[in-house]
């Protein structure tokens, strides 16, 4: 019946959400070929438990790795397509794709399905602002989406409520269905599951169910091993011995772009994105006689200055350290990812502006952009300096903290504090 339900599953929603892709084409159509890849490589798992018994943890890792290599595959395809004008729609599909990591969740696999689904929901948001007055096939992409997560935690809580459930036969398991799935990939000797974050909570769950028997292999502390009673074994070795006078430190990594990698600067056009990376003090970085649906996306820049004329899609700083970013008019946004110490400044106008793990943001408004959304998060140091009429600025600080209160019945609260100080 678990197997019959998740093939539901894949014929309904799943199918929905692909065929809505494809509709869209580009790279939503690619990564929607992935997830397609990620849920069918789920069901050969299902189909193996619903045929054998548990394996052992070694093995069953090993059963896991096609699962966990699409997963991998469709968060590396958002890492490498950064600039793409979808990145939001790739953004939403990769943050929530770890809910298939459901499988070796116990004993409560239902609830990470719904955190999962959340998690993306702050970009099927933007993705919804953005193409809600455009085009309604985007808007209904989301919903297919987060239809097809909702299913899913459905499926968990009716067929596996308590974790996967192994039919605790014996034998080879079955052979995948007919109908031109692709082969599972090869099995690799070692698997990193860092991306699932699972077999730590599993381990935990395991550790936690064993109930009385859990301090059964702890050792009796005895009268003469008690420090208090005992004053000769307070004399051992010093917990931590300092390093020597003068012996070098190691440095601690900075965050944000860290130390710019010894690689040749790119200044180049290719497609619609005009790519931008590992300039090093460069002043004069000039991007000009660009089209509408052009995207600037500048990554792992130091103590460089970028001027865009005209007017484009949007602007993308990602991992940049000291840099600062002219330009015109936007049509879409101007986004700054894991950056430190970087500023903008819009003569025209720009509709949104994202700040997302970035220590020190100056934004410099224009008349025309005081309409501006700020989205931010996971950041510090955010201004905002609106003009006067006198061509002076006035500065206002983007909040940092906030404090949130239960109101009862109605759920939380959130105002954001303001610094006095």
């Known amino acids: 019946m678990s197997v019959n339900g998740y093939?539901?599953?894949?014929q309904g929603p799943l199918r929905t959400y692909i065929e809505?892709?494809?509709?869209?084409?580009?790279?939503?159509?690619?990564?929607?070929n992935l997830v397609n890849a990620a849920f069918q490589a789920q069901l050969r798992y299902i189909q193996q438990a619903a045929s054998r018994s548990k394996p052992s943890q070694a093995e069953e890792m090993q059963l896991l790795a096609p699962t966990s290599e699409q997963i991998s595959a469709i968060q590396q395809?958002?890492?490498?397509?950064?600039?793409?004008p979808f990145f939001n729609h790739l953004s939403a599909i990769s943050e929530s794709i770890p809910a298939l990591g459901w499988v070796a969740i116990a004993p409560t696999p239902a609830p990470y399905v719904k955190e999962m689904n959340d998690a993306g929901q702050f970009y099927t948001n933007r993705v919804l602002k953005d193409w809600k007055e455009k085009d309604k096939r985007h808007v209904e992409w989301c919903r297919a989406w987060v239809q097809l997560l909702s299913d899913l935690q459905a499926y968990v809580k009716q067929y596996h409520t308590t974790g996967l459930v192994w039919s605790g036969k014996g034998g080879a398991p079955p052979p995948p269905p007919p109908g031109g799935m692709?082969?599972?990939?090869?099995?690799?000797p070692e698997v990193?599951?860092?991306?699932?974050?699972?077999?730590?909570r599993s381990a935990l769950f395991a550790e936690i169910n064993q109930g009385e028997n859990i301090t059964s292999n702890l050792r009796k502390v005895t009268s003469d091993m008690q420090t208090h009673k005992n004053p000769q074994l307070r004399q051992g070795p010093a917990p931590f011995k300092a390093a020597p006078r003068g012996a070098p430190m190691k440095q601690l990594p900075q965050p944000g772009a860290g130390t710019l990698p010894d690689k040749p600067p790119v200044f180049t056009r290719d497609g619609k994105k005009w790519l931008i990376e590992y300039q090093k003090g460069n002043p004069n970085l000039v991007v000009e006689n660009a089209d509408m649906n052009n995207v600037v996306y500048m990554f792992r820049c130091r103590d460089s200055a970028l001027t865009v004329r005209g007017k484009i899609n949007g602007v993308v700083l990602d991992s940049c350290t000291k840099c600062a970013v002219v330009f015109d008019n936007l049509v879409s946004s101007?986004?700054?990812?894991?950056?430190?110490?970087?500023?903008?400044?819009?003569?025209?106008?720009?509709p949104t502006i994202s700040i997302d793990k970035t220590d020190g943001c100056q934004i410099y408004l224009s008349?025309?952009?005081l309409g501006v959304e700020i989205v931010s998060s996971k950041s510090s140091e955010m201004n905002v300096l609106v003009p006067k009429g006198n061509g002076d600025y006035t500065e206002h600080p983007i909040p940092e903290q906030f404090k949130t209160v239960l109101k009862g019945a109605a759920g939380l609260t959130t105002t954001p504090v303001e610094n006095k100080g």
């Open 182 to 188: 692709p082969p599972p990939p090869p099995v690799l």
């Open 192 to 200: 990193d599951f860092s991306n699932m974050t699972l077999d730590d």
């Open 20 to 32: 809505l892709s494809q509709k869209i084409g580009g790279d939503v159509a690619t990564h929607a």
């Open 7 to 10: 093939q539901d599953l894949l």
């Open 77 to 84: 395809f958002r890492e490498k397509n950064r600039a793409s």
């Open 367 to 369: 008349p025309e952009s």
């Open 334 to 350: 101007v986004e700054f990812v894991n950056c430190q110490s970087v500023q903008m400044q819009v003569l025209g106008k720009v």
